[in-house]
């Protein structure tokens, strides 16, 4: 069966500039994260989606980013006014259930680099 | 301080040997542990669930030390393909987010 499936899988833009992220979970999975990571780090939590509603979303980093789940299956991670920091690898996981033992499944995730 | 730590390594060791690597967590209301292993520009992926009374998968041995904070891996036998960045995971409850440590490298040489 189909993975998680995150696009684009690399996207390049201008500081200033407006982008959106596009995760489309493992169908039936009804958690949802998002996590950015960067060289030599491990992935920094930035959202928790638990069907349409955001169950912890104090990972967002400042009122730039936002990310939405509209019906409880596709997310979309926005982000305005990019900065050159926000260049990172952005990761998603499904989860089957929120269940705290419930592993995650990663997308390939998008490279975001700003210029 | 970070709420889950580890040391970043690299761990440079022949194959064959047996290695390990430890992490703390600094929320003592932590209910679930994990080790994910991410290789080289990939997506981390579950390499097994920790359990209270620590648990065995192959060559793989997880534990928990609630008391002192702290998680393990112990790599038996350790294999060339084992090269990878093996991350830490704890999570409090089912509503909070699950908190990844910076992981730690190892190298298995031949």
């Known amino acids: 069966g189909a993975g998680v499936s995150q696009t684009p899988s690399n996207k390049v833009t201008e500081k200033g500039k407006y982008v959106e992220l596009r995760c489309d979970p493992i169908?039936?999975?009804?958690?949802l994260y998002w996590y950015r990571q960067s060289l030599g780090q491990g992935p920094e939590f930035l959202i928790y989606?638990?069907?349409?509603?955001?169950?912890?979303d104090s990972g967002l980093p400042n009122d730039r980013f936002f990310a939405v789940r509209p019906e409880g299956s596709v997310s979309t991670l926005k982000i305005q006014r990019t900065e050159r920091g926000d260049s990172a690898v952005y990761l998603c996981?499904?989860?089957?259930?929120?269940?705290?033992?419930?592993?995650?499944?990663f997308g390939n995730g998008t490279r975001l680099t700003v210029t | 301080r970070k709420e889950v730590e580890q040391d970043p390594g690299p761990f440079n060791v022949p194959e064959g040997a047996t290695v390990a690597f430890n992490c703390t967590y600094s929320?003592?209301?932590?209910?679930?542990f994990f080790w994910y292993r991410q290789d080289c520009r990939k997506e981390p992926k579950l390499l097994m669930s920790?359990?209270?009374s620590g648990n065995e998968d192959g060559r793989f041995t997880a534990q928990l030390n609630r008391a002192s904070q702290y998680i393990s891996l112990l790599i038996r036998d350790s294999k060339l393909s084992d090269s990878a960045t093996y991350l830490c995971?704890?999570?409090?409850?089912?509503?909070?987010?699950?908190?990844f440590g910076s992981g730690t490298r190892l190298s298995i040489r031949p």
């Open positions: 996981a499904s989860s089957l259930t929120g269940d705290r033992n419930s592993p995650l499944h």
């Open positions: 920790v359990y209270s």
């Open positions: 995971v704890v999570r409090r409850s089912s509503a909070s987010k699950i908190i």
């Open positions: 929320n003592s209301a932590s209910q679930s």
């Open positions: 989606f638990q069907g349409t509603g955001a169950a912890d």
């Open positions: 169908s039936g999975h009804t958690a």
